[in-house]
């Protein structure tokens, strides 16, 4: 050890009682560094008042060569010399560095590299590295598997490995693997461009665990579409609600969450650039091939359905007189689906003063219920099992721990299809209703859609009450779905509009005459071109958020509309058309007269 004096006229001391040093002075310890190096510069006579780092040498006795002393191969006790050289014959051992060659850092290299290799698919794209712990060719090498002993090191190895392949991956699978947030440090940064990933059944406890695949990672996603999640911990510790929301704002590409739409999605980037397979033919039809039609009621009295259903739903849910509509064996099932329509979030349907009920709405209480939304409880017998309802006794206790659900059937707010359909036994038929409309769910008072479809047999098979009017069909099965509110007017009789590209035309005055929407960047003339400079500072903070690609997609959409959107209502545009301008164009058009006025800008 190079230190204090005194040490080192101990270590001198010891050295010459053992024979190792020559003569009677104390051997000094030269600076082998260059006069200009020395601490001081020239005035070499000056002495630094910080202990030198330099080497320094040894005279060793008995030996030709001077054994030089650096930090990183001082001289220790009791080390073991690895040295076999003849012309070295010093008495004192040397310790030589004992760390992994090349060779054998390469040799891991080219063994994780045949795994992935063996798990690649290039005719799809997709790299399958689900269960690396069961490989073969992992147990054959013995290597250190991520979220088996292996570390984000080791991972780091097989990420860089799969963005080497080509054609670049777009799917990959990293499922049943056990892997924490840590393992997932490197993923974007060597696969950026992917667009759907599997980390089903891992161990991601917490959302801190989904950092390094959000933007608050220094890499991030570039086109990532679809996550699945499903099997985690972290789902059922924070709730599904804020866990879908969370994600769909961490990672604003993403359009699919657990197999399931995810409607808060920005997609303004084409992730498929790099791949321009085969022109996109844009459709030049501006309504559907069949219009909208009214009702329809097949095979029975048309007054029959509308009759049976004003009467189901003027009653209160689970009352005894519902009960007897229903077979001692029907069924009942239902199902919450949380996504808001873009369209409806386009109109503002669930933001407008006309509503003023709609921010009190939760899904609490249909989730705590029993939602046999199929994605959701699919892995679980047990749930799959509890939320199908069988017998009246049954029936009626789910619906009555459902919130109350004031339906309305009258002016043009449901629609319904109602034709006879086989029952099983030969020439037996029943009757398919399906209705769709809206209701005022009690206590809230906000406002949702749903969907119903019963299928009924003829007459009632119910030992009535001597005061209860018998029900004209007897209810076999039903099953709801809840939805977030959407317009009825997408059921209004006649032509139904579609998307399409420079067909639908642009107001240009009282004449009601269209032309084509003008070219992407141009803005019509009668009215001012707005820019970051004249938008109001509210407007403004939104814009911040945003990337500057999108920026300018979201400016050239305000630009392209009379009167001009608002940020908020143009990135809605946006969304819902995965950053195609044209199409946002379109989309504006044909929902621009429900819009509330605060969905226009005031300049």
Not at 271 to 282: N, S
Not at 289 to 309: E, I, K, R, T
Not at 324 to 340: D, R, V
Not at 529 to 557: E, K, M
């Amino acid at each position: 050890m190079l230190a204090t004096p005194t040490s080192s006229n101990t270590a001198t001391r010891a050295l010459r009682s053992a024979g190792l040093i020559s003569g009677e002075k104390d051997v000094s310890m030269r600076d082998l560094s260059s006069k200009h190096d020395r601490q001081g510069g020239r005035k070499g006579t000056q002495r630094s008042k910080h202990r030198t780092l330099r080497p320094a040498s040894l005279a060793i006795k008995g030996t030709a060569t001077v054994v030089t002393a650096t930090p990183a191969t001082r001289i220790r006790r009791n080390a073991v010399s690895s040295s076999d050289s003849p012309s070295v014959n010093s008495r004192i051992p040397v310790r030589t560095a004992t760390t992994g060659t090349k060779g054998s850092i390469t040799g891991q290299v080219a063994q994780w590299k045949e795994v992935v290799e063996s798990r690649w698919n290039p005719a799809t794209r997709f790299l399958n590295l689900e269960h690396l712990a069961d490989s073969p060719i992992v147990q054959k090498y013995k290597l250190r598997v991520p979220g088996s002993g292996g570390d984000a090191k080791d991972a780091a190895v097989i990420f860089k490995l799969a963005g080497q392949l080509r054609p670049a991956v777009q799917t990959i699978s990293l499922a049943n693997n056990g892997l924490t947030g840590s393992h997932l440090t490197h993923l974007a940064r060597y696969l950026p461009k992917i667009l759907n990933l599997s980390l089903a059944n891992n161990k991601l406890h917490t959302l801190k665990d989904t950092d390094n695949l959000t933007a608050r990672s220094r890499h991030r996603f570039l086109h990532l579409r679809e996550l699945v999640l499903t099997g985690n911990p972290l789902i059922a510790a924070i709730g599904i609600d804020r866990y879908r929301s969370e994600l769909g704002k961490r990672i604003s590409t993403l359009g699919m969450l657990d197999q399931e739409p995810l409607a808060t999605q920005i997609v303004f980037d084409n992730p498929f650039t790099e791949v321009p397979d085969v022109a996109a033919i844009r459709p030049t039809s501006t309504t559907f091939p069949a219009p909208m039609c009214p009702s329809f009621v097949d095979g029975v009295d048309p007054s029959l359905v509308p009759g049976f259903l004003a009467r189901y739903f003027s009653l209160p849910a689970g009352s005894p007189e519902i009960g007897f509509a229903y077979a001692p064996n029907a069924l009942f099932s239902y199902q919450a689906n949380t996504n808001i329509p873009i369209r409806a979030r386009i109109l503002g349907l669930h933001t407008s003063p006309s509503l003023p009920n709609q921010s009190k709405l939760t899904w609490t209480a249909w989730h705590a219920s029993g939602s046999r939304n199929l994605v959701k409880v699919a892995s679980s017998t047990d749930k799959n099992l509890k939320s199908l309802h069988t017998g009246q006794a049954e029936i009626c206790a789910a619906l009555q721990m459902l919130p109350s659900m004031k339906v309305d059937m009258g002016d043009g707010k449901s629609v319904l299809d109602a034709f006879p359909v086989p029952l099983g036994g030969e020439g037996v038929q029943g009757l398919m209703v399906s209705v769709h409309g809206e209701f005022v769910e009690g206590g809230s008072e906000g406002v949702r859609s749903f969907d119903r479809t019963f299928i009924l047999s003829a007459g009632s098979t119910a030992d009535l009450p001597p005061n209860m009017t018998p029900w004209p069909v007897t209810i076999l099965s039903d099953q709801l779905t809840i939805r977030a509110y959407s317009s009825p007017a997408v059921w209004t009789v006649g032509d139904m509009p579609v998307l399409a590209t420079k067909s639908l035309p642009m107001p240009s005055g009282p004449k009601g005459k269209g032309k084509a929407p003008a070219p992407p960047g141009t803005a019509p003339s009668a009215a001012t071109t707005v820019t970051l400079d004249n938008l109001p500072p509210d407007q403004r903070t939104l814009l911040s958020a945003l990337p500057p690609n999108d920026v300018t997609l979201v400016l050239t959409v305000i630009n392209r509309t009379l009167p001009r959107l608002n940020v908020h209502y143009a990135i809605e545009c946006l969304k819902g058309n995965q950053g195609d301008v044209e199409r946002a164009l379109i989309d504006f058009e044909n929902v621009k007269g429900g819009l509330p006025p605060d969905a226009f800008l005031s300049l």
